[in-house]
């Protein structure tokens, strides 16, 4: 258990300004755990808190030569620099908020590269379904977008099964061809 923090007296705040780390750690022990109190009050948030504990004292430690015992006590110093960072810490969170909201709504707004392509994909195979003409773009869209069976589209249609099959064969063969495959000879 760590010993109690230490009643803090001028002797401490000279010690600090000298560059004492005994006087750092003692100024730790004193003020960590209200500076941490003051950010989980401010930032509702326990790591964001803790972070700002350790920036005061990497501060503090960095920019010690600018505390002037003479002008305020190093807690009241530390209360002002946990104050900045607190700050800091907020405005970060803002942001990053913020950022993270637009990114929400622009990527509701905007469809991914991936959703683009396929969308791009299916619409250069529906037109080319299409250009291949009655009753062949019929019996290839009741097949594909509708997923009818053969038998189903000969039904449907009043055709026999054998020329449904055919005409599928023969459309899958020009889209084929059409789209770049090679696999096929047009008809």
Known sequence: MPPPPPEWGPELDAAFAA?????LSAAYRHCAGVIRG??????????????????????????????????SSAPAWLIGIARNCIADAARTAGREAERRQADAVRSDREPRHEESDLLVDRLVVRAEVERLGPPRSTIMALAFYE????????????????????????????????LGDGHGTPE
């Open 19 to 23: 560059g004492d780390e005994q006087a």
């Open 38 to 71: 003051l950010a989980v009050r401010a930032l509702r948030d326990d790591t964001a808190a803790d972070d700002v504990v350790q920036e005061v004292f990497i501060r503090a430690w960095k920019y010690r030569s600018g505390y002037r015992p003479e002008q």
């Open 147 to 178: 997923e009818l069976t053969h038998q189903q589209i000969a039904q449907h249609l009043d055709l026999p099964l054998g020329t449904v099959k055919s005409h599928l064969r023969r459309g899958l063969i020009n889209l084929r061809t059409r």
